[in-house]
C-alpha cells in the first residue's frame, strides 16, 4: 500500500482546538508539564512498586504470591502514570525528567524507543488504521477492525479474548518487542530513524537486566515453582490491564476505523480523526483518573499528547464545548462498565459478520 498520510491542506480544527487550550494556560499561568500532584502520585506508586517487589522476594510462600500480584498492579500503574507521561515528554518541563521517567518501561519490560516508535510515532498519529496502528493488530486471534478478515472462530472471540488478554504482556515483552528490533519497523512502516549504537546497547542491557530482576534473583530466594508461579501471575494481572484500558478507548462500538484511499491518503484531517476514533470514558470517577493516568481522557491526550494527564479533566470541559461547536463532538461513555460492554459490544459483532 502507499505511505499512510493526511492531507497536506489547513487543519483549523486542530488550530482553534489548540488555540483555546494554550489560551487556558495562559490565563491559568501554569505549565502543560506535570506538577507537585503529579510527583506526589509518582512517589507513591513507585513506593508500592518497590515495596511489592522487597515483599515478593523476601516473603515465604504463598504469601509472596499475593506480593507477586500486587506487584503486577504497581508495575501497571508505573506505566499509566510514569512512563506514559515521560515518554509523551509531558511528565516535566525537565527533558532529563522526561527521559527517565520513560525509561521506566526498560525496567518494567520493554523498550522506550520501541514504545515510541509504536505509540507516539504510529498509535497517535493514524488511530485505528490498519497496517499501521499494531494496536488493532492481534495477529488474527482478534478482529479488531471490521476491514480485517474474519475467521469463524471471531464469532467467540467476545468470549475468549478476556483470557487472552492476560498473555498481553508476555507477548509484548517477549514476542513483539524482538520482532520489532530485529525487523526496524512497527506494522508495515518502518522505524523513524536506524538504531544507534546505544539504542543497540540499551536494548540488550534492559532485557538481561530484566531476567536478572525478576528470574534470576527470586529463583537465588525461592523456589522454582513458586518464580515461575508469580511471574506468570504478575504479568496476567499487569498484560489484562494494560490491554484493557487501552482498548476501552478505541475497540469500542462509538469508535470509527477509516481506511485511506487507493494513494494513501486518509480523508480527514488529523485531529478529525482522532475525534472520530478515540473515546472518552469515566471521566467523573476520580479514583480511575488518578489510578489511569488520565488515560480515561483519551481524546484529551490524543488531540495534546504533550499535556501532561493531571490537566485532563480541566480540558475536558473546556474541548466538550469547543468540538461540539465544530460538529465534532467528544465521544464518551459515561462509565467503566459502560465502556466495558461497548468494547464488548463491538468484538461480538465484528466476529459475527463483516
Not at 498520510?5 to 489560551?23: C, G, I, M, T
Not at 522506550?112 to 498509535?123: E, I, L, M
Not at 513483539?176 to 544507534?196: G, T, V
Amino acid at each position: 500500500m502507499n505511505q499512510v498520510h493526511f492531507s497536506p491542506d489547513q487543519r483549523p480544527v486542530y488550530q482553534q482546538l489548540s488555540a483555546q487550550v494554550n489560551q487556558y494556560f495562559r490565563q491559568q499561568g501554569i505549565a502543560k508539564s506535570g506538577d507537585q500532584r503529579l510527583y506526589r502520585k509518582a512517589i507513591l506508586i513507585v513506593l508500592l512498586f518497590t515495596a511489592s517487589y522487597a515483599a515478593l522476594l523476601l516473603l515465604p510462600s504463598p504469601w509472596s504470591l499475593a506480593a507477586w500480584f500486587i506487584h503486577g498492579i504497581a508495575t501497571a500503574l508505573v506505566g499509566f502514570n510514569v512512563m506514559h507521561d515521560g515518554a509523551h515528554e509531558s511528565f516535566s518541563a525537565s527533558r532529563r525528567l522526561n527521559r527517565l521517567a520513560a525509561l521506566t518501561f526498560n525496567l518494567i519490560g520493554s523498550n522506550r524507543f520501541y514504545w515510541a516508535q509504536k505509540h507516539n510515532r504510529n498509535h497517535h498519529s493514524f488511530t485505528n488504521v490498519d497496517d499501521v496502528d499494531e494496536d488493532i493488530d492481534a495477529l488474527g486471534l482478534f478482529r479488531m477492525s471490521p476491514h480485517q478478515r474474519r475467521f469463524w472462530f471471531h464469532r467467540y472471540q467476545h468470549l475468549y479474548v478476556w483470557l487472552l488478554y492476560t498473555l498481553t504482556s508476555l507477548f509484548w515483552f517477549f514476542a513483539l518487542d524482538y520482532k520489532a528490533y530485529f525487523r526496524q519497523k512497527i506494522a508495515q512502516r518502518s522505524f523513524s530513524h536506524p538504531l544507534s549504537i546505544a539504542d543497540h546497547a540499551e536494548f540488550w542491557a534492559s532485557k538481561l537486566l530484566y531476567l536478572l530482576v525478576y528470574v534470576a534473583l527470586p529463583l537465588t530466594l525461592s523456589d522454582s515453582t513458586t518464580v515461575i508461579a508469580g511471574f506468570l501471575l504478575m504479568h496476567a494481572v499487569l498484560g489484562f490491564l494494560f490491554a484493557v484500558v487501552f482498548q476501552l478507548a478505541h475497540i469500542v462500538d462509538q469508535a470509527e476505523f477509516p481506511q485511506p484511499d487507493a494513494n494513501g491518503t486518509l480523508s480527514d484531517e488529523w485531529a478529525t480523526h482522532q475525534l472520530r476514533t478515540t473515546v472518552d470514558f469515566a471521566t467523573q470517577n476520580r479514583f480511575l483518573t488518578w489510578a489511569l493516568g488520565g488515560l480515561n481522557f483519551q481524546v484529551e491526550h490524543h488531540l495534546f499528547p504533550r499535556v501532561s494527564h493531571i490537566h485532563y479533566p480541566a480540558l475536558h470541559k473546556l474541548l466538550q464545548d469547543a468540538c461540539a461547536a465544530q460538529g465534532h463532538p467528544v465521544r464518551s461513555y459515561p462509565g467503566l462498565w459502560a465502556a466495558l460492554k461497548g468494547h464488548y459490544r463491538h468484538l461480538r459483532q465484528l466476529g459475527q459478520h463483516d
